[in-house]
Each structure stands twice: as structure tokens, then as C-alpha cells.
């Protein structure tokens, strides 16, 4: 195992431990949850091969669902984001194309690359999460508030987090 993928199962390993030990109890207003588990697969090298995302994503939302006894919702919707990421990679590829090795980050690609790459992704994710949980569209505008909180919060901590951590720019 390479360098690479030491650091990125490290990263697992602290994604998933955030969430379940610090971000599950932290609930605003009984509607925004904070998601921060899946920005391990949305921030993976661009060059991901689709099925090692797809794995990943079910091996973290399976870890979290353990932790919330929420019996697949997370690998479900987690897995959905993993496939569907390359693909709005690809439809979001700059003029030049990416470099070889660059990763998803804000400071790799700025902060208006990462919203509009991110932002849909994490709005799927929720989606696909509350509505499943919610056993259908009974509860339409409570589950839409719910989506909507829940991704203003994930995305606020998923943007603090990148603008603290340091990251080199690739040359």
C-alpha cells in the first residue's frame, strides 16, 4: 500500500470517528443534522476509479449506519453519491481538463469549483437520506426543511474544515 492510501485510510478512520462520536449529538434545532461523513468520498483524488469509490462509500455509510442503527439509509444514499460523482465530474471539467493526481479540494480548485461540484452531491445525499427515512412524501416540507438545514450545515463544516486544514497546491 502506498503513501496515498495510508493517509486516505487514516482519513477514514477520522471521518467516521467525527461523525459518530462528535457530529451524531450535534443537532441544530432538532432539523439540521451535520453530515460531515460523506466529504471522505467527495473529497477523494479526481482519478477514483468508480468502483473503488461505490466500495469506499458503502464501507463508510455501512460504518455510520452502525453507529445510528439506521438499518442501510447511509450506505444507500452514500453509495449513490459515490457512483454519481464521476459523472458530474465529467460534466464539470474545466477547459483544460485536471491535472494527474489532483484531489476535489477547495484549494486545489477554489472555492467556486468546489461549491458547484459539491453543493448538488451533498443535496442528493440528503435527498436520497430524509426521504428514505421518512418512508415516502408524507411529510413533504418537514423533510425539505430537514434537507435544507442539514445541507447548510454540512456544507458550512465542510468549507471550515477545508479553509483550516493546510493544503499544498499542486504546481
Same mark, same amino acid.
Given at each position: 500500500?502506498?503513501?496515498?492510501?495510508?493517509?486516505?485510510?487514516? #482519513?477514514?478512520?477520522?471521518?467516521?470517528? &467525527?461523525? &459518530? %462520536?462528535i457530529l451524531r449529538n450535534l443537532v441544530l434545532f432538532n432539523t439540521a443534522f451535520c453530515?460531515?461523513?460523506?466529504?471522505?468520498?467527495? %473529497?477523494?483524488?479526481?482519478?477514483?476509479?468508480? #468502483?473503488?469509490?461505490?466500495?469506499?462509500?458503502? #464501507?463508510?455509510?455501512?460504518? &455510520?449506519?452502525?453507529?445510528?442503527?439506521?438499518?442501510?439509509?447511509?450506505? %444507500?444514499?452514500?453509495? +449513490?453519491?459515490?457512483? +454519481?460523482?464521476?459523472?458530474?465530474?465529467?460534466?464539470?471539467?474545466?477547459?483544460?481538463?485536471?491535472?494527474?493526481?489532483?484531489?476535489?479540494? #477547495?484549494?486545489?480548485?477554489? +472555492?467556486?469549483?468546489?461549491?458547484?461540484?459539491?453543493?448538488?452531491?451533498?443535496? %442528493?445525499?440528503?435527498? &436520497?437520506?430524509?426521504?428514505?427515512?421518512?418512508?415516502?412524501?408524507?411529510?413533504?416540507?418537514?423533510t425539505m426543511l430537514k434537507i435544507i438545514a442539514s445541507l447548510i450545515f454540512t456544507m458550512?463544516v465542510m468549507l471550515l474544515l477545508q479553509f483550516l486544514t493546510p493544503q499544498r497546491r499542486?504546481?
Open positions: 500500500m502506498n503513501r496515498l492510501g495510508i493517509v486516505q485510510l487514516v #482519513l477514514f478512520f477520522v471521518y467516521l470517528l &467525527v461523525q &459518530v %462520536l453530515f460531515l461523513y460523506i466529504a471522505f468520498v467527495l %473529497l477523494l483524488p479526481i482519478e477514483t476509479n468508480t #468502483l473503488i469509490l461505490m466500495l469506499a462509500g458503502f #464501507l463508510m455509510g455501512f460504518s &455510520v449506519d452502525i453507529f445510528y442503527d439506521s438499518m442501510g439509509l447511509h450506505a %444507500l444514499a452514500t453509495v +449513490l453519491v459515490a457512483y +454519481l460523482r464521476n459523472y458530474w465530474l465529467s460534466t464539470i471539467t474545466p477547459q483544460g481538463g485536471y491535472e494527474s493526481g489532483s484531489t476535489a479540494t #477547495l484549494a486545489a480548485n477554489g +472555492l467556486q469549483w468546489f461549491l458547484v461540484y459539491s453543493l448538488p452531491l451533498v443535496f %442528493l445525499h440528503h435527498l &436520497v437520506l430524509f426521504f428514505v427515512e421518512a418512508s415516502g412524501f408524507t411529510l413533504f416540507w418537514y458550512s499542486r504546481i
